[in-house]
DNA sequence: CGCGCTATTTTTAGCAG
DNA sequence: CCTGCTAAAAATAGCGC
């Protein structure tokens, strides 16, 4: 009377849903004999089509998995983590820390929170402050003596650049339609020029930065006057 | 010919094992079938009785744990740990950044790296080592003052003191058996006590540190001749 | 551990309620 | 969704290899 199913999925829906509450409780019915007569930890999990969650263990479903995941290696998604957890937070903590120290380095730099140093900490820390104005100087003053060359080489060019020019016009205007008064014009341009860009001025501004550090302010403002240099 | 068996342990070992492998067969391919016919996830976890396992699943056994601890919500310890991590990470990195920018202030202040600063930059630099030197010679100026103070004071404390045994040892000789010569060496260690502790020395260091820097190890070294002070 | 065999038990497809 | 029925199919206990 009954025939013989092929292993394939059942097309018609309520026939599909009574195999699969029949045969479901036949599995955990074979599930539960298995582990009672060969005394052994059983779990079944069955989601149906429609997402449902159906199980049967033995003992209990949860510990079987855990049981799973600790004999496949499963420590790997979770102690793992936990190592990796543990890693990171001793690494807060170290870069804690070090900021702390750091910090604490910065403010007494910046000449802060020294209540609690002692006398020979303060001196240290006074020939550490001033080691480092007189590299902060002598870099400022090479910075400044690098951005004054570089001006004058400018300058340079541009008085070069201008002699030239004025040299075209001088031969442009032996061709005749030229009027005199615009090579003098161009004369002036270029004197103006050269007064900004004496290697004179140069040497004064390094003198005074060098000397008179109350005079900086100046200094920086004097290099202002960039000839739009990059 | 064939018995049916009570489902209770089987006490038999070898026929624990067959069965044990036989039934186990046959819910692995129970399962398989479902998953088939039904379309649905199965997933088979059996330990046997040696703590051996077996698991059969229709995808990935650890696939469908996962589908089954996100339905039950086992979520709890897995995510949230991950969500830990992930917190601890972006920490990680803050702090990280966090110190790599005071680090690099830091050597600013101490005049390294200074390659990469503009002029502006520079300057200001300038005038925050500024600050903070005057700021250093400050609190030492304050704690030299203090020491020296406190010196002082232990040192009239110490006089006054050698006055008093002074007193009681004239009295002590009035009664008889002490030479003269005793009391003289003493009122020669109370002048050198005094010789080392005048407000007059202490009103030199301030001013020598305060005017001239390269002088401040004279007087630490002024300062290091302590009377055993805490 | 496996395989095969056979008698027996168990499961289950299909249908009805 | 369940229950019960029946006949067919499947699983399996016990054995030997």
């Given at each position: 009377m009954n025939e013989k199913i092929k292993i394939r999925r059942i097309d018609y829906l309520p026939a599909r849903q009574v195999t699969f509450s029949k045969r479901r409780r036949g599995i955990f019915k074979k599930a539960e004999e298995l582990s009672i007569l060969c005394e052994s930890e059983v779990a079944v999990i069955i989601f149906s089509q429609t997402g449902k969650l159906f199980d049967y263990s033995s003992t209990s479903t949860k510990d079987v998995i855990a049981r799973y995941k600790s004999h496949t290696?499963?420590?790997?998604?979770d102690q793992i983590t936990l190592h990796q957890l543990q890693s990171e937070k001793e690494n807060t903590i170290r870069l804690s820390k070090e900021l702390e120290d750091k910090t604490r380095k910065l403010r007494h730099m910046k000449g802060e929170d020294l209540q609690d140093l002692d006398l020979d900490q303060l001196n240290k820390l006074e020939k550490l402050v001033e080691v480092s104005i007189g590299r902060v100087i002598k870099t400022k003053e090479k910075k400044i003596m690098s951005e004054i060359m570089a001006l004058t080489n400018k300058g340079a060019e541009l008085i070069e650049a201008n002699n030239q020019l004025k040299q075209r016009l001088v031969m442009l205007s032996a061709g005749g339609d030229i009027e005199p008064a615009a090579i003098m014009e161009l004369e002036n341009l270029n004197n103006v020029g050269e007064e900004g860009m004496t290697s004179e001025s140069a040497t004064n501004v390094t003198a005074c930065s060098s000397s008179a550090l109350s005079l900086e302010d100046d200094c920086s403002d004097i290099l202002s006057l960039k000839l739009g240099l990059p």
């Open positions: 290696g499963g420590e790997k998604s």
